[in-house]
């Protein structure tokens, strides 16, 4: 085990594989990589841990690669062997205030997002799974809108989040980006 006092564990949910780059399911993993991108890190794969990560000194940043339904795997093993610097007990429930899991939200739309602690959509395989290995719900939830469906669910949502975005959704999808990361920063420096 390796020992990060004052560490940020920043998450980003996705699949892993070139079929599913860019698809609103991966919404964690194009976030975590504009942060990377703009803190020039890059990421190395960590077997022990089934994981990209990169780091720098207040934060680790940290791509799954359990897909999405079995993220909690990555997630635990990931504080496990750095260490969860920071985890309390409260009420008898551990508590990760410097965890923070970025990922699509079917309740939100595109365009728009919610950062909220121990607050998670009503379902999100991913965030289920977190839950299970962590038995707690008590970390920062990053939750990116994915919905563009103006009220219309004739497509099973398991189908629409493996769907990519339209060149209309870009632009907003960069803002929030943006928006996101600016927040982050700001929480974790």
């Known amino acids: 085990m390796c020992y990060y006092q004052d560490m940020n564990f920043i998450f980003g949910l996705g699949n892993p594989g070139q079929e599913y780059d860019q698809t609103r399911h991966n919404l964690g993993f194009m976030v975590i990589d504009k942060l990377a991108e703009k803190w020039q890190l890059h990421f190395s794969a960590q077997k022990k841990c089934q994981a990209e990560v990169a780091k720098n000194s207040s934060a680790m940043l940290v791509k799954p690669q359990t897909f999405m339904n079995a993220s909690g795997e990555a997630v635990q093993a990931v504080l496990k062997y750095y260490g969860e610097a920071e985890t309390t007990v409260k009420d008898g429930k551990a508590e990760y205030p ?29 965030t289920g799974s977190i839950y299970a290995h962590l038995k707690t719900r008590q970390f920062w939830h990053v939750r990116i809108g994915a919905d563009n469906r103006k009220g219309d669910r004739s497509m099973p949502a398991t189908e629409y989040v493996l769907g990519r975005f339209s060149p209309a959704e870009k632009p907003s999808l960069e803002t929030v980006f943006s928006e996101v990361i600016q927040e982050l920063e700001n929480r974790v420096k």
């Open 98 to 126: 410097n965890v923070f899991v970025i990922f699509d939200d079917l309740d939100l739309e595109v365009g728009h997002y919610k950062i909220q602690y121990g607050t998670g959509p009503k379902i999100h395989n991913g």
